[in-house]
């Protein structure tokens, strides 16, 4: 399932850095989490990283949409 708004949506699975990942972030729950974080937050959801760690095995990862 594609969402159209979200094209270029990259997802990956592995470890995530916290302290090295200069771009704005969140753990979530799930995907649809990361979603409504974007929307809540103004942004736009670039990535979305499994690390499989519990609680929050998802990373979502943000962008300022561009100026338009």
Do not use: H, N
Not at 3 to 8: A, I, V
Not at 12 to 21: A, I, M
Not at 29 to 42: I, Q
């Amino acid at each position: 399932m594609t969402d159209s708004s979200q094209p270029d949506l990259k997802r990956s699975k592995g470890k995530f850095d916290p302290v090295t990942e200069t771009r704005d972030w969140s753990a979530a729950a799930s995907e649809e989490r990361c979603k409504r974080l974007a929307k809540a937050k103004g942004k736009r959801l670039v990535e979305i990283i499994d690390t499989e760690d519990e609680p929050l095995p998802i990373i979502c990862i943000f962008e300022d949409y561009p100026d338009e």
